[in-house]
């Protein structure tokens, strides 16, 4: 049963992500509804539900279902950050939003297994790079992955 409700929130998740809201918008929505995580651990959440706590699958859980009623849900789908750019898509095409896009549609495609490799060697690159675009998601494999899902 936990497995489904996993692979159902990976589908919500992923529907939102693409139509709905940006990586910085889901940040600010945590850090709005007190539940601060770091980009790599909100990443990972995101990415592979999975390999997170049961409170952190709770809280976005919640997120996703909710999301239409849910007043920082819509304050942060707007796209509009805190400089008052004018283009208010700007958000849709930062590199982390754009990398969780790819990494998710990839998951989808070939396997959770073959995603976190390739991302695993994107991150490896781009720590390697002159001009890293990632540098918030360095750590994300520092640390063992507890899989309590099973």
Request: aromatic residues 12%.
């Given at each position: ?21 940006t990586f910085e918008g889901v940040k600010s929505w945590f850090n709005m509804a007190n539940y601060p995580m770091s980009e790599s651990t909100l990443f990972r959440t995101i990415l ?103």
């Amino acid at each position: 049963m936990k497995a489904q409700i996993t692979d159902r929130l990976f589908g919500d998740a992923f529907v939102m992500m693409h139509f709905e809201i940006t990586f910085e918008g889901v940040k600010s929505w945590f850090n709005m509804a007190n539940y601060p995580m770091s980009e790599s651990t909100l990443f990972r959440t995101i990415l592979v539900p999975e390999y997170s706590s049961e409170e952190q699958r709770a809280e976005l859980l919640r997120m996703v279902v909710y999301r239409y009623e849910d007043v920082f849900f819509q304050a942060n789908r707007t796209c509009i950050n805190q400089t008052n750019e004018t283009d208010p898509n700007s958000e849709s095409y930062e590199p982390i939003h754009q990398l969780l896009l790819h990494m998710m549609n990839k998951r989808t495609l070939v396997g959770i297994d073959n995603a976190l490799l390739d991302l695993y060697i994107i991150i490896q690159e781009d720590k390697q790079s002159g001009l890293p675009r990632y540098v918030s998601l360095h750590d994300l494999f520092d640390s063992k992955w507890d899989n309590s899902i099973g």
